[in-house]
């Protein structure tokens, strides 16, 4: 597209913009308020009415239409912001899965038909809006997804969009066979086309009532990429929300070819929060853990505005939980997220202990929409690819928990926000203990990463604990001895132990 197109579609944009009104999620996360599912549109609400995980010609797919038939549950779950995967059209050449990946953008300034539904009288566009506004009367915010890479179609028609090798080729970033790096330039000298496209993509999600973006691989953009765009957003709405989707452990970019923008020069640039390395979990010791903690908040910090992180223990881009560790490692996440003073982070399906096992996975399909004619799916994944069931999971276990949980950490938020959190030794690798403390309240975590095996005689100084301290079980099994500045219990395999003292009348 020649520079004179772009800008002219730009400025069709710009001029129906307005500031975003009664936003208020930029200050929500930043003050670690924001309990946050990240959904698909696409899958978020199917009507799988066959039962056979696919939706087939004449059955429903997901919509903005029909996801709003599914926000009074999230809403009753304590989620308060919803990351919206891309809603942006998918590309159908060489892709991966019968509907392609949701992150294969085809272009930057129109709606993905895919989620549109075509029965209503409603235009696209109005759809989109018709569902953040639905959010907003329900009091939750919207995050939209921002691709990192265009797809192959993106490519063929739009070629000073990217990168190109020696000889014109298009470059292709580690294994993601279905995008092609974007040419956004250098912090010397951006490419103006490309970003140009970003404006419109804010334009067109601002005006549709978002309140903020998740940019998907933030770290293959300069800086200076970044810092212009996110002065462009705000300048329409201030509280205009960036989250990078970047983390500390990231250390290298996926392609000779791109740039690398490390997660605290993201911040500087501009953005809100970052990834925490919290995926990690399920490598990690108990040190590990507590280290990761303590230097994401050194590190927050070091910032004189104001940043925040997500608790990010389960992505799109991890395996279930259940899968890994079994239900216990998604009750340790639940309670995690509960009382650690970031914001909590989760999936569509993670709350019921969904293991995203798909009995067609990597089969030949009867019809697609794309040149490919399998079922793309990463195994224990959240399906990206195709048109398939919603994200659900029947453990009523880990759901009642997810719901007690997220009851909790709001009748605590104050000390969960605001009051320190202070590590404890065990003497034990695999076992974690911290407290968070505020105005004499006092709230003590525990938890064993040994998955396999029970550990017992645990002891835990604590310094507050005294012979007349009274113990409330929040969670976890009741074994826990007293004494004077001591606690001794025994935890199951995997077992996660919440509890709150205080001084007895």
Known sequence: MKKGILTALLLSFTLAVSAGENNDLRSLFLNNKANICCINIRT?????????????????????????ERLDELKDLGINTLHVMPITPVGRLKALGTAGSVYAIADFWSINPQLIDKKSELEDFEQLKKFTDECHKRNIRVIIDLPSCG??????????????????????????????????????KLNQDVMNAHKQFVDMIIKAGAD????????????????????????????????????????????????????????????????????????????????????NQKLLNS??????????????????????????????????????????????????????????????????????????????????????????????NILDNFKQASKFRKENEEIIIKGDFIPFKTENPKVFAFSRSFNNEQIIVIGNLDFKNPQNKITIKIPEIRH???????????????????????LDAGETKIFKFSERK
């Open 212 to 295: 903020g973006i998740r940019a998907d691989v933030a770290t293959i953009k300069p800086a200076a990429f970044w810092r212009e765009l996110i002065k462009y957003a705000r300048s329409k709405d201030a509280e205009f929300m960036f989250l990078a989707e970047a983390s500390d452990s990231w250390r290298e970019p996926p392609s000779k070819y791109a740039p690398f923008t490390p997660y605290n020069k993201l911040l500087q640039a501009g953005f809100d929060g970052y990834y925490g390395s919290f995926f990690n979990l399920k490598d990690w010791t108990a040190e590990q853990l507590i280290e990761h903690v303590k230097f």
């Open 44 to 68: 978020f609400n199917a009507k799988d009415t066959n039962g056979n995980e696919i939706i087939d010609e004449g059955e429903e797919s997901g919509t903005f239409l029909n996801a709003i």
């Open 468 to 490: 007349h301290t009274n113990i409330e079980i929040i969670t976890g099994n009741s074994n826990i001895k007293q004494a004077y500045k001591k606690i001794f219990t025994d």
């Open 303 to 396: 910032y004189k505005a104001p940043k925040s992180v997500i608790l990010s223990f389960s992505t799109h881009d991890e395996i279930s939980p259940v899968v890994l560790h079994g239900e216990n490692y998604s009750k340790m996440i639940i309670w995690l997220s509960a009382t650690l003073p970031f914001n909590p982070y989760c999936i569509d399906g993670f709350f019921s202990g969904d293991e995203y096992l798909y009995q067609w996975a990597n089969t030949k399909a009867e019809r697609t929409e794309t040149d490919d004619d399998f079922y793309f799916v990463h195994r224990a994944k959240m399906d990206l690819f195709n048109f398939s069931r919603k994200p659900g999971g029947n453990n009523e």
């Open 151 to 188: 797809a192959y179609d993106l490519f063929l028609t739009h070629p000073e969009l990217f990168i190109k090798d020696s000889k014109q080729c298009s470059i292709v970033p580690t294994d993601w066979t279905d995008v092609r790096l974007l040419n956004t330039g250098s912090n010397s």
